[in-house]
């Protein structure tokens, strides 16, 4: 008597996993979407292969990853078009699927065959998936996703140089913006990455797009919004400060254009925004080679400044000393601009 069917089942290959998961993606045409029954049992089914993918990739509790398993799995997910079916179908997965997907998004992305990472390579000849990861921000049910998966490829340096110089780039800046709070505080954590994973590749940008990449700025410095404003000024700070990013920086602080801007926020309602306007205003009034057109406008509102500066302080805490110190050469400095007898004022 054959006792067979006590045996455990043979475990799936790589090869055999992807396929079952390009079936059931697949399986989520136009006619199946639109029959409520049909759909609910065809993302069963892709939620049971997501499930399975993840326990392939992170271990089952009982027993570790295997190394050479998740190469086959990346190379086969490249091979099927998988990456690209994803891409285009997570709109209609379901939260539990997504939230696999997510899992298994950062391991696939980091397996490597040689030097190359296979996933990686894949996106780089389809750029176009990028794009549509950027523009999934409209849609509130899965922008949280997509954010996520977008700052996993951000820290790939060819991807971000993509999307950075891409046409999508500008989206951001509306996104950021967005009603939904979680949605455009996602966006500015993807835009933040962004200028800020990859100092050569941010450099590069910020140099050939200078003009248009400020002006657009500019609006984000000026928000009507709270949190816009506060996030954008410690933004702009932080790549300005950059080392690769001197020659940007000191291109903008000739520029009485953004001085003006950067002096209404140190009069903001906001005492946080006034402390960070103050350590890029700070930058203006220290440059050694300060343009006229800036001399003549910090003695011509020296007064108000100084009142300003007079009453600025970061409340208690272990920087305090450091502050005040640069707090007071500041003061020096306008002072010493209102004495000038050469400005035209």
Not at 97 to 119: F, M, N, P
Not at 204 to 217: A, K, M, N, Q
Not at 233 to 244: A, Q, R
Request: hydrophobic share 40%.
């Amino acid at each position: 008597m054959s006792f067979s069917f006590f045996k455990p089942s043979r475990p799936k290959t790589p090869q055999e996993v992807v396929k079952a998961i390009r079936d059931s993606l697949l399986a989520l045409d136009t006619k199946t979407v639109v029959e409520v029954k049909a759909l609910e049992k065809a993302l069963e089914e892709v939620e049971k292969n997501f499930s399975f993918l993840r326990g392939m990739l992170s271990g089952d509790g009982e027993a570790e990853p295997n190394a050479d398993q998740a190469v086959q799995l990346a190379l086969e997910f490249c091979k099927e078009d998988v990456i690209s079916l994803v891409i285009h179908k997570l709109h209609i997965l379901g939260w539990e699927t997504r939230k696999d997907l997510l899992h298994c998004w950062s391991i696939l992305l980091k397996q490597k065959v040689g030097e190359a990472y296979c996933c990686v390579q894949y996106l780089e000849e389809h750029f176009e998936l990028l794009d549509c990861l950027v523009v999934c921000y409209d849609n509130k049910e899965i922008a949280l996703h997509c954010g996520s998966m977008l700052r996993e490829c951000i820290k790939f340096p060819t991807l971000a140089k993509y999307i950075i110089e891409s046409a999508c780039f500008e989206l951001f800046f509306k996104f950021v913006e967005l009603p939904n709070f979680d949605v455009a505080s996602d966006a500015f954590s993807t835009f933040k990455d962004l200028l800020t994973k990859h100092d050569t590749v941010v450099s590069e940008f910020l140099t050939s797009h200078y003009p248009e990449f400020f002006d657009i700025y500019e609006r984000l410095l000026t928000s009507s919004n709270y949190v816009t404003r506060r996030q954008s000024l410690k933004l702009l700070s932080d790549f300005l400060l950059e080392p690769p990013n001197s020659h940007i920086m000191k291109k903008f602080i000739l520029e009485v254009r953004y001085m003006k801007v950067i002096m209404t926020l140190l009069k903001d309602s906001s005492k946080n925004i006034q402390i960070s306007a103050f350590h890029i205003f700070k930058i203006f009034v220290a440059n050694p080679s300060k343009p006229q057109e800036v001399k003549i406008i910090l003695a011509r509102n020296h007064e108000k400044l100084l009142e300003l500066l007079h009453n600025l302080s970061p409340g208690k805490g272990s920087e305090d000393d450091q502050f005040e110190e640069e707090k007071e050469l500041i003061i020096e400095e306008i002072q010493k601009m209102s004495r000038l007898k050469n400005l035209q004022l």
